[in-house]
Each structure stands twice: as C-alpha cells, then as structure tokens.
C-alpha cells in the first residue's frame, strides 16, 4: 500500500494576538517571513494587517491564531484590547476569503511542544510555556533568526508562538 502523498497548502500564517504579537508566513518554496504585529503605539494598525493578508486573498492556505479565553490574573483593558485584535485578524480573514482556525494555546502547545521536558515558572507551580516554545522553536528551526531587528538578542516571545502556531498549522492540517 501506498504512503498518501501529503499536499502542503501554498501557505501557513500563525499569528500570535497581542501588542507584542507577531505575524509568521510558511509559504511553500519560500523563505519563512516574520512580521511584528502592526501596532500605532498601543492600537492595532488595521491597514496594515489587511496589507499584510491581502497577498494571500482566497489563497489554498490557512490562518491560525489563539482562541483566547480567560487569561487569570490579567487587567479587564488587556481581555478588550487582545479580544478586539482577535477580532480584526477573523475579519480580515473573513474579508479576504482566507480559511482560518482558533486553536486553544493548550492544543497547539501539546502538538509542539513533543520531546520538551517540562520547565516550572521560579516563582510558581505552573508551566513556563514562553521557555518551553522557545526550546521547541530552536529544535524545529535552528538556524531561524528569532528575533526583530540587528541589535536584538533576546528572542521575540510573539515571534515564537507564531512561528509555532504556522508549524502546527502544516502538521496538524496538512
């Protein structure tokens, strides 16, 4: 019996919400493209998310980005702000006849995080899963600059969610 031959679709973005997000693009035969979330000071800057989109404009590919839930511990403005991008992101998509998934953080974290040991926040019993993609991001793309800019250092924690979010779109859909 034959292996199924697996069809890449011509792109994959993940995109992580937030003022710090970032945008990831896999497109088939390309170089992987990452993009700071754009931002005029603390607001999204809707036209050039739809810029940013419009190439891809009822392409064969697909969006992914959180399905955001109740963040513990978080400020009532931040739920608004990152809920109002959520938003933007599904409706450029929408306005772009581009196809697009919400995957739960846990769902995409479980599928990429395979061979990570799991690492404590210092200060509490919980995940470190900022610590925990990076790890995985490094393993799955060595050679990939993670960062913004030439003088950075410190990898782009939005970055590195979107670059996995775009990997699990291509393993999971693919």
Known sequence: ??????????????????????????????????????????????????????PYEGGNGLVIFEKLGVIFGSAKQTAFSMGHQAGAVEMACIALSIPFIKVPPRQWQKEMFIGVAEIKKSSKNTRDTKAMALIAAKRLFPKLKLTFGSVAKVPHDGLVDALLMSQYGITKYT
């Open 1 to 54: 019996m034959k292996a199924k031959k697996r069809i890449l679709p011509r792109f994959t973005i993940g995109i992580d919400i937030g003022k710090h997000g970032a945008i990831c693009i896999q497109e088939k035969d390309k170089e992987i493209s990452n993009i700071k979330m754009p931002m005029i000071k603390t607001e999204l800057d809707y036209q050039s998310l739809y810029d940013i989109l419009t």
